[in-house]
């Protein structure tokens, strides 16, 4: 059964530092997102994706945050600047069959 | 603007008990609603989704939720729980399209008791 994927698994970083968070949706899916949840608090939406573009972002994706499908199977999140507040467990998305399915996430910790 | 209330945080029941996790939203348009199970360490799985069409939607692993626009609850249940039930819940609402964002309740931690 296809699923969506999501490198790595965890993630430690020093604050200031970018990191890129990467995800291959399903193959035939054409709406990618991204959410994240901090310990604790509720999945919250970060930015949706489609015909390579932004289709839809939320208050936190800020220009810290971008998006980019840089070939026909990657899907990826990049935080410029790391701050602590960006730890989180970041979940990829993609779009078939009215549903959304998701990846398993990344556990992202800013020191 | 919509919104989901997960009403407890936590739900304990005991092995072959009733289970039932409440789910209120609001929405502004017809609403597109989910159950997604997060087991320790892993994703959010779907368990059950209402779209359109019959109120009454059946799920994996024995659950059901019924979609009641008079109530606004999407609330979900399974007649007998099983120890492999053990998880967090979160439902969520697409509001009016199937490819919008996903608004999220602030999810229900099931433990089952022997």
């Known amino acids: 059964e296809p699923e969506v994927t999501q490198t790595p698994s965890h993630q430690v970083t020093q604050m200031g530092q970018e990191v890129i968070l990467r995800c291959v949706p399903i193959s035939n899916h054409l709406y990618f997102y991204w959410y994240r949840q901090i310990l604790g608090q509720k999945v919250e939406f970060l930015v949706s994706?489609?015909?390579?573009?932004?289709?839809?972002k939320s208050e936190i994706f800020d220009d810290q945050f971008s998006v980019e499908r840089p070939d026909g199977s990657n899907f990826t999140l990049k935080i410029r600047s790391t701050k602590l507040e960006d730890s989180a467990m970041y979940f990829c998305?993609?779009?078939?069959?009215?549903?959304?399915?998701f990846g398993p996430g990344t556990r992202l910790l800013v020191l | 603007a919509q919104s989901v209330t997960q009403l407890g945080s936590h739900v304990s029941v005991s092995e072959g008990a009733l289970v039932l996790l409440r789910c209120n939203y609001s929405s502004s348009v017809p609403p597109y609603l989910f159950w997604y199970v997060q087991y320790p360490n892993q994703g959010l799985q779907l368990l059950l989704k209402?779209?359109?069409?019959?109120?009454l939607v059946k799920g994996i692993n024995g659950f059901e939720a019924e979609f009641k626009k008079s109530e606004t609850s999407f609330h979900l249940t399974k007649p007998s729980a099983h120890m492999s039930d053990a998880a967090e819940y979160f439902c969520s609402n697409a509001g009016g399209t199937s490819y919008g964002k996903l608004t999220f309740g602030q999810g229900t931690i099931l433990t089952v008791h022997p």
């Open positions: 209402y779209t359109t069409g019959a109120t």
């Open positions: 994706f489609y015909n390579n573009e932004i289709s839809e």
């Open positions: 998305a993609s779009m078939g069959e009215e549903t959304q399915y």
